[in-house]
Every structure is written in structure tokens, then in C-alpha cells.
């Protein structure tokens, strides 16, 4: 397969602002399968989490207006808040206006953490939602005894090295629109490159979209060999998005345009502004 080299910076992918944020880079080795008896640091950070979902899933004349991170709410979103939480997305399904979400915390320490990472054991977490608040709710369930893709080997091992791959130094997530940029593969290249969200030293591979609704088009593509979904809207009111995020683990491994289309639709829209 032909490889395609963009310009810009890879400073924003989801999977870096752990990295980078949390100062940890190569320090991700010390992960393992089991850990201390006491979970409560990495309890207490999915505790944070679910404030967090709830905050950002405020509908309505209620919403504080911004949540944690405001505007349009898609995958990329729970992405965002995941990994500032020390973890990764395992999974995201939906049925009908219900979604659940797996994550595993514990991965790294989070941001601004003073405590030791030894009391961050790896953890997983079952979080359901729609829309609203109320509608959150939050349960542990035992973490997958093998890879995403059903291989065996550590899960928590596999996510450390899909998050030591990724460049350190990352800033916060960046929302942007991507009005202008043709619903293509080269325009998809060209929006991450002016937009400094892939530079010179990173490789772009696998590079597939599909239109995913008016005005939107959803990508899958490999960026240093780790799957990130893409959604380019092109309303000007989409400047509140996040655009650019890590798949769920179980996606890694076949990082398809279908599925990019399906996770941009999450919402896709501005909770504060329903209901």
C-alpha cells in the first residue's frame, strides 16, 4: 500500500494530548495487568468522567453553555474526555437513542496528578447515556483478558503502546470547522495539513471517506499506524467540533470509512440547544 506523507503537526490527536499532558511519554512501560488493592484515584477519575458526560450532555435552557468541551457532541468528544481521564475508548454502541461506552482508566496518570502512578491500576468502566444530564450512569465491569482484536495478550499493554506511539508535547483539543475543504481524499489531506493536525514526520495511510449526512463527510485513516476517525462539516457553525480523534479499540484493527460514519453521528449536534 502506497503511504502519504503530510506537513503540519501532529499536536492535537487524541491519543498524544494523554501523552503530552500528562508529561508521561515514555513512562507508559510501567503499565500492567494487575494492580494495587486500592482503586480509589482511578475510581475518583471515573467519577470525573461521568461529571464530565453529564456537564457536556446538558440540554437545553439549562445547559451551563459550554461543558467540558461545548459545541457538537460526537465520539470525538468522549475521546477527548476519556483520554484527559488517564484511559482509553474501548467501545461505543447504540441502540436507538441510547449509547453505551466502554473505557479502560488507568493507563496513565492524569493531568495534574500528584499521586503516584502505582495508584492508577487499570480499570475498566461501562458508562450509558442519551441525551441529557439525568441519563447518565456508570458501572465497572471486568477488563477484556485479551487484545481488541480477540488476539491474546494484555489490553492494557496493547492501549500503552498505542499511546507511547504518539508524539509528546500535544496542546488541549482544538475545535475547527472545515468549511471550505473539498468532501474528498485529497481535501481530507489538505484539511489536516493546513490545520497543523499532521506534520512532515507523520506517516498517513488508509485514507477512506464517505459522506456521512448534508454537509458532512466522515474519514478513516491510519496516522503512524494508529486509526483515527476524521469528520469534516462543513457549516460554519461547526467551528465548535472536535474533528479529529483516536478510534475505540475494537476499530483499530479495520479502521473503515463506515464505522468513521457512524461515529461522527453520535450527535453530531449541540446538546445545549435541544430539548
Not at 487524541?14 to 508529561?23: D, E, I, K, P, S
Not at 491500576?121 to 480477540?150: E, I, K, M, N, W
Amino acid at each position: 500500500m502506497r503511504k502519504r506523507t503530510a506537513l503540519g503537526g501532529l499536536l492535537v490527536t487524541a491519543t498524544a494530548l494523554v501523552a503530552g499532558a500528562a508529561g508521561v511519554g515514555g513512562t507508559l512501560l510501567y503499565q500492567r495487568l494487575t494492580g494495587p488493592d486500592d482503586t480509589s484515584a482511578v475510581d475518583a477519575q471515573a467519577a470525573a468522567l461521568a461529571q464530565d458526560l453529564r456537564q457536556d450532555l446538558t440540554a437545553g435552557f439549562y445547559s451551563a453553555g459550554g461543558g467540558t468541551y461545548g459545541g457538537q457532541f460526537t465520539e470525538g468528544t468522549l475521546v477527548a474526555q476519556t483520554e484527559e481521564h488517564g484511559g482509553a475508548l474501548l467501545s461505543v454502541r447504540s441502540a436507538g437513542l441510547t449509547h453505551t461506552a466502554e473505557v479502560m482508566l488507568g493507563l496513565v496518570p492524569p493531568a495534574g496528578t500528584t499521586v503516584d502512578a502505582d495508584a492508577y491500576p487499570a480499570r475498566c468502566y461501562r458508562l450509558t447515556f442519551a441525551l441529557g444530564a439525568h441519563s447518565v450512569q456508570r458501572t465497572t465491569f471486568t477488563c477484556p483478558a485479551t487484545q481488541a482484536d480477540g488476539q491474546p495478550g494484555s489490553l492494557a499493554a496493547q492501549l500503552g503502546a498505542l499511546l507511547a506511539r504518539q508524539p509528546v508535547g500535544a496542546s488541549t483539543y482544538r475545535k475547527m470547522s472545515a468549511a471550505g475543504y473539498d468532501h474528498t481524499a485529497d481535501g481530507a489531506t489538505r484539511f489536516l495539513t493546513d490545520k497543523r493536525l499532521v506534520s512532515a514526520k507523520d506517516t498517513v495511510t488508509e485514507l477512506s471517506g464517505k459522506e456521512a449526512g448534508p454537509g458532512v463527510y466522515a474519514v478513516a485513516l491510519r496516522v503512524n499506524g494508529v486509526c483515527h476517525y476524521l469528520r469534516m462539516d462543513s457549516a460554519s457553525f461547526a467551528t465548535g467540533l472536535v474533528p479529529l480523534w483516536t478510534a475505540p479499540a475494537d476499530e483499530q484493527h479495520t479502521c473503515r470509512a463506515r464505522q468513521a460514519v457512524t461515529a461522527s453521528a453520535l450527535y453530531g449536534t449541540d446538546p445545549a440547544k435541544a430539548g
